[in-house]
T-cell receptor, first 113, second 112 residues
Framework: AQSVTQLDSQVPVFEEAPVELRCNYS??????LFWYVQYPNQGLQLLLK??????LVKGINGFEAEFNKSQTSFHLRKPSVHISDTAEYFC???????????FGKGTSLLVTP | DTAVSQTPKYLVTQMGNDKSIKCEQN?????MYWYKQDSKKFLKIMFS???????INETVPNRFSPKSPDKAHLNLHINSLELGDSAVYFC???????????FGSGTRLTVV
């Protein structure tokens, strides 16, 4: 079975600064990887996903993530954050052969002026 | 034209009551899910249906019973509600397995 670890529960950052949200996974098989964002009192929105191919994945709102198989990581990055990026970010993994999407515990990104 | 819609958005009820949450998707997806998000925002899968057939049933009390009348609907019925059932319940759907889900906006259940 796979598991997901989001190493930081909270990440405070100033507006226009770069940010990296870390995600590591464990699995004995190939995986599909996802990042979701949850704005306050809303549902989850897909930011980006890695299924295969290029290890650098670009998503919506200027986010990107890099799949690193040797380090079993899928860290999310943005070069310059906005106040509106304040939200909860979830990394998720699926083994592809099953249907379950397993989520990490989330990272709360707080962007301040 | 919401892709995955859940009703109600908020549900406040007393302990011991029975309640249902409805979910409908208009994306033509063949797989639907229920997730529970606890007070610490942890998301855990509860059930998954593929073309009306139950394919995932995690360790959930049998007071929770999903029902899928067709592949566009997956309802969640909860009997004898307990305080610990208070959470946000999310419905989701997907077309090709593990290609990413589309989530509903959630139902915040509060048991008093």
């Amino acid at each position: 079975a796979q598991s997901v670890t989001q190493l930081d529960s909270q990440v405070p950052v100033f507006e226009e600064a770069p940010v990296e949200l870390r995600c590591n996974y464990s699995s004995s098989v190939s995986v599909y990887l996802f990042w979701y964002v949850q704005y306050p009192n809303q549902g989850l929105q897909l930011l980006l996903k890695y299924l295969s191919g290029s290890t650098l994945v670009k998503g919506i709102n200027g986010f990107e993530a890099e799949f690193n198989k040797s380090q079993t990581s899928f860290h999310l990055r943005k070069p310059s954050v906005h106040i509106s990026d304040t939200a909860e970010y979830f990394c998720a993994v699926s083994e592809g052969s099953g249907y379950a999407l397993n989520f990490g515990k989330g990272t709360s990104l707080l962007v301040t002026p | 034209d919401t892709a995955v819609s859940q009703t109600p958005k908020y549900l406040v009820t007393q302990m011991g009551n029975d309640k249902s949450i409805k979910c409908e998707q208009n994306l033509g997806h063949d797989t639907m899910y229920w997730y529970k998000q606890d007070s610490k925002k942890f998301l855990k899968i509860m059930f998954s249906y593929n073309n009306k057939e139950l394919i995932i049933n995690e360790t959930v009390p049998n007071r929770f019973s999903p029902k899928s009348p067709d592949k566009a609907h997956l309802n969640l019925h909860i009997n004898s509600l307990e305080l610990g059932d208070s959470a946000v319940y999310f419905c989701a759907s997907s077309q090709v397995k593990a290609q990413g889900y589309t989530f509903g906006s959630g139902t915040r259940l509060t048991v008093v």
